[in-house]
């Protein structure tokens, strides 16, 4: 286990999160992810006066976005296999909303801004967020030309400052860009 020892407990929840990304034959890309919420033990649900047994999904729920090679999103799609309440698979839909939007910086803010509250599915949502990196790590491996030289209006390389280890005064910038590291 790669944390620390843990202290005595018992398990409540567990939430899995699956998510891959295609290359299709048509030149597009499909992003999906699958999410499920199960409970260890027998429990009550709003929805129903009976029980849910252990190990059961509260929440079997599913999205693709399927984009094209500038990250835009053509199509989006999502199933709700189970929810508390019939009413959710009604969120289905709501992500429409996304169609035309490009994966790029700021799609965390138009996501919550488009999706949020009683707009959608909470637990939708919060699987596209995600999904965005999901469907950069995917397709940016195919295209040669965005192995990281990509530059920014500037000529710095669009890497730099993008995550802690890009961060300029850290050893990966100072070897792969020398000429932008700076001495912490």
Same mark, same amino acid.
């Given at each position: $286990?790669?944390?620390?020892?843990?202290?005595? %407990?018992?398990?409540?929840?567990?939430?899995?999160?699956?998510?891959?990304?295609?290359?299709?034959?048509? =030149?597009?890309?499909?992003?999906?992810?699958?999410?499920?919420?199960?409970?260890?033990?027998?429990?009550?649900?709003?929805?129903?006066?009976?029980?849910?047994?252990?190990?059961?999904? $509260?929440?079997?729920?599913?999205?693709?976005?399927?984009?094209?090679?500038?990250?835009?999103? %053509?199509?989006?799609?999502?199933?709700?296999?189970?929810?508390?309440?019939?009413?959710?698979?009604?969120?289905?839909?709501?992500?429409?909303?996304?169609? =035309?939007?490009?994966?790029?910086?700021?799609?965390?803010?138009?996501?919550?801004? %488009?999706?949020?509250?009683?707009?959608?599915? #909470?637990?939708? $949502?919060?699987?596209?967020?995600?999904?965005?990196?999901?469907? $950069?790590?995917?397709?940016?491996?195919? #295209?040669?030309?965005? #192995?990281? #030289?990509?530059?920014?209006?500037?000529?710095?390389?669009?890497?730099?400052?993008?995550? *802690?280890? *890009?961060?300029?005064?850290?050893?990966?910038?100072? %070897?792969?860009?020398?000429?932008?590291?700076?001495?912490?």
């Amino acid at each position: $286990m790669p944390l620390s020892k843990a202290s005595s %407990r018992r398990e409540v929840h567990h939430r899995v999160i699956d998510m891959r990304a295609y290359a299709r034959d048509d =030149g597009l890309y499909d992003v999906e992810a699958h999410l499920v919420d199960l409970k260890p033990f027998t429990h009550k649900r709003f929805s129903t006066d009976e029980p849910t047994p252990a190990g059961q999904p $509260m929440h079997d729920l599913w999205v693709r976005i399927t984009l094209d090679g500038e990250y835009v999103v %053509r199509q989006i799609e999502a199933a709700a296999d189970v929810t508390p309440f019939a009413i959710c698979k009604e969120a289905e839909s709501t992500l429409s909303v996304l169609v =035309g939007e490009r994966i790029a910086r700021g799609w965390s803010s138009v996501v919550k801004e %488009r999706l949020r509250g009683a707009a959608s599915c #909470n637990h939708l $949502m919060e699987l596209l967020i995600p999904l965005a990196t999901t469907a $950069m790590q995917g397709i940016v491996s195919l #295209n040669s030309e965005h #192995n990281g #030289n990509k530059l920014n209006a500037k000529g710095v390389p669009v890497k730099i400052d993008s995550c *802690y280890a *890009y961060g300029r005064q850290r050893e990966v910038v100072q %070897r792969l860009w020398p000429q932008h590291y700076q001495s912490p």
